[in-house]
């Protein structure tokens, strides 16, 4: 490895934008992690930074155990070196196909070139993060990467104060107060304040009309609060 694991890793980590959203996140089922990397101490690395999850999270840092690994189970994530010693990237991709046809593959890689990229593009890469990274960054890719698959989603308090925080920043850019509201809507002043501080949850019609009278449909409302 070309670098030092505190070089490659440890870093101070950046203001991340979406920190409390991941920590209301929850698991809808069982999720395997699979981490393939020669370096133990990195494969330590990125387990810890999701082990406050209830992921099952299997590591392999001997290039021989990879293809055996593969087959042992199935994955809805694999964390993947793209240089693993004495094997070729091409071999190791063609072995997930075969083996994890459902599992979403991030890649990492200390020797990052236009090739490499290209060649995780052709096999469908959920994401290419090259070293060093930020454990959070990784963090933030995996969470992400797993609730588009439907495998974690928001709490439902976490989705009241983001429903409420994108009507509150709606009503705002429109330059409407809260009595401009309750008179578009027909909803009481107290309850549409409720709402927006997210410690109400507002039924499909209240919704609706908030949405009618933001110009908005809902759709777009529910868009608004799915983190980038």
């Given at each position: ?7 490659r ?57 990879v ?7 199935q ?26 046809p459902?599992a ?37 890719i ?81 868009q ?5």
């Open positions: 490895m070309p670098l030092d694991l505190e070089d890793l440890i870093q101070t980590p950046r203001p991340m934008r979406t920190p409390a959203p991941l920590r209301e996140l929850q698991s809808s089922g069982d999720i395997r992690i699979l981490i393939l990397d020669d370096d133990p101490p990195t494969c330590a690395v990125i387990q810890s930074a999701l082990s406050n999850r209830d992921f099952l999270i299997d590591t392999v840092s001997d290039p021989v155990m293809e055996s690994a593969l087959r042992s189970a994955y809805q994530l694999i964390v993947l070196d793209y240089v693993l010693p004495g094997l070729e990237s091409d071999q190791v991709f063609a072995w997930i196909r075969e083996t994890q459902d979403n593959v991030v890649v990492v890689t200390g020797y990052p070139s236009v090739d490499s990229a290209l060649n995780c593009l052709r096999a469908r890469t959920y994401d290419y993060l090259t070293k060093p990274f930020q454990v959070d960054q990784l963090r933030e995996v969470f992400r990467c797993l609730e588009s698959k439907g495998l974690l989603r928001m709490t439902e308090e976490a989705l009241r104060e983001s429903l409420g925080s994108a009507i509150r920043e709606r009503r705002k850019a429109l330059g409407l107060t809260l009595s401009n509201m309750s008179d578009r809507t027909g909803v009481s002043l107290g309850y549409l304040s409720q709402i927006e501080l997210g410690k109400n949850s507002a039924s499909i019609e209240t919704l609706y009309r908030i949405c009618l009278a933001l110009g908005m449909k809902m759709s777009e409302l529910f608004s609060v799915q983190r980038c």
